[in-house]
């Protein structure tokens, strides 16, 4: 699904070296006036990427019976903290990982890779690194959970819109204006400039291509 970086241990301290990094869920708020209030935090959005938030091992690995089923583990309480004060945008990510085994018997221990990944524009990955999370089942215990740390570090200019495009964004426009009633994101160049400057950090677990199509059918 994404291209696999360099492999670290956890706690993963990742510092993602992008371009660019920086995005909300909204470009921002229209006012009475037509033009937009706020524009957006120079900070990224931080989200489970699609159908990567869990994970089945199996026991044989190659069987897809549910009787095989070996442990099962979810990625969730995901967090951050930004820091935009800076050049850099620092971003502190955490993740818990909650696992259940099916056999009890015994203490055990489980390595499972994960990956924090930059996308820009919501389609282009720029940048991805993998860790591993270890969870530590105890002897007659089913259930273990551990929590997991990445931080990234990116170009704070790379992130800011520019004064042409922001200008454009933030426009004053009155009724009977030629250009009144046109949202400035229908405009290519606009939507191509918040685009470029639109990034995301997507956590998930590094799946593989079987396991992606077990998520999917699940």
Excluded: W
Excluded at 51 to 80: C, H, K, M, Q, W
Excluded at 123 to 149: I, M, N
């Amino acid at each position: 699904m994404f291209p696999t970086g360099r492999k670290i241990a956890v706690p993963a301290l990742l510092t993602i070296l992008a371009t660019g990094l920086a995005g909300c869920s909204s470009v921002g708020e229209f006012d009475e006036t037509g033009g937009i209030s706020a524009i957006r935090s120079a900070c990224p959005t931080v989200e489970v990427a699609a159908a990567t938030g869990n994970v089945t091992l199996f026991n044989p690995p190659t069987s897809r019976d549910a009787r095989a089923i070996d442990v099962e583990a979810s990625l969730t309480n995901v967090r951050s903290t930004c820091n935009d004060q800076s050049d850099d945008i620092a971003t502190n990510i955490t993740f818990e990982v909650r696992a259940r085994r099916a056999s009890a018997a015994g203490a055990r221990d489980v390595t499972l890779p994960y990956f924090i990944a930059v996308m820009q524009g919501g389609s282009a990955v720029v940048a991805k690194r993998v860790g591993h999370v270890s969870l530590h089942f105890d002897a007659g215990q089913s259930r273990a959970s551990a929590t997991a740390t990445g931080d990234a570090s990116v170009s704070k200019a790379a992130a800011t819109l520019s004064k042409e495009v922001r200008d454009k964004l933030t426009e004053k426009r009155k009724a009977g204006d030629a250009d009144a009633a046109t949202d400035p994101l229908t405009r290519p160049d606009i939507r191509q400039a918040v685009a470029r400057a639109t990034f995301e950090a997507l956590v998930g677990f590094q799946l593989t291509d079987d396991q992606l199509k077990y998520n999917a059918t699940r």
